[in-house]
């Protein structure tokens, strides 16, 4: 608990520096990496694809959709990507269709494209118009969901949520977590309309953003849990201490993520 309180004191400071003042470059750059090293984890680290050169095509693919994301999303970039990285993958199966499987080539897709797609809907939030204000809108979700879940859980968790799944987790802790998400989004929203003027705040919409991210949240950490289980492992690294690796940080912003970024085109929270 210790090790976890202490990462989480240094690297938050980190990212809110990175988010909020870094080049929007920089952070694209920060997270393309991550995406490498996730695609990694999800494929080699749980033992689930164990050929090294689909392994190393799909962080190429991860690193590439995220810093597609920064340079403005443009659809022929993407379709050019996915092509090239499509004929890669069945070049791999045509030269040995026996050990080379289709579900091996379905799973590059999701570590190399699917995962890192809806993660950079951070890089694709950080580059809209006002991205440095919204930036932090799904971490706030994110980390208020979690960190409510869990003390709510400590405290008063009696009913198991999702046993075979995950069996910590506790209904309990799952209303603790709505309610810390709500929570969370009505203050960083007076903290919008006090600290920009010139923006209407819709509040309604943050308690919306609060409580469907929250529960977004909840189903993505559930998703890899049982990638977890399946494949019989703790944790999907060790690259950060007291949290794992970088799917078992990013696990629920794979959901938050993505459905903040259609809120914010659909229904925005600050205009």
């Known amino acids: 608990m210790k090790t976890r309180i202490v990462a989480a004191a240094v690297l938050i400071p980190i990212l809110l520096v990175l988010v909020l003042f870094a080049p929007k470059m920089f952070a694209s750059v920060i997270l393309a990496v991550l995406m490498s090293i996730g695609s990694y984890e999800l494929l080699y680290r749980t033992h689930l694809l164990q050929h090294p050169r689909l392994v190393v095509y799909s962080s190429a693919m991860a690193f590439a959709v995220v810093m597609w994301s920064h340079v403005g999303a443009v659809h022929a970039w ?3 990507g996915l092509l090239i990285y499509t004929l890669i993958l069945f070049a791999e199966m045509m030269m040995d269709h026996v ?3 289709i579900e091996m080539i379905a799973l590059c897709y999701v570590a190399g494209f699917i995962v890192p797609f809806l993660l950079s ?3 694709r939030i950080l580059v809209m118009n006002t991205g ?6 799904p971490f706030v979700i994110a980390f208020m969901s979690d960190g409510g879940a869990y003390f709510a859980g400590l405290r008063f968790g009696k009913h198991k949520l999702a046993p075979v799944v995950s069996p910590n987790k506790t209904i309990e802790g799952a209303l603790g977590g709505l309610a810390a998400a709500v929570v969370g989004m009505l203050i960083y929203a007076i903290v919008l309309d006090l600290a920009f003027p010139r923006f209407s705040v819709n509040y309604l919409m943050a308690i919306l ?3 469907v991210g929250a529960l977004a949240g909840m189903f993505g950490d559930l998703c890899f849990s049982i990638i977890k289980r399946q494949t019989g492992i703790k944790d999907y690294g060790n690259l950060i201490p007291g949290h794992g690796g970088v799917l078992d940080r990013l696990d629920s912003m794979m959901m938050v ?13 600050v205009i």
Not at 132 to 137: D, F, G, S
Not at 257 to 268: D, F, R
């Open 78 to 80: 993407l379709l050019l």
């Open 99 to 101: 050990k080379v499987r």
């Open 121 to 123: 809907a951070l890089i």
């Open 132 to 137: 440095r204000q919204v930036i932090l809108i």
């Open 209 to 211: 953003y609060g409580f």
């Open 257 to 269: 993520a993505p459905l903040v970024e259609a809120l914010l085109l659909l229904a925005p929270v």
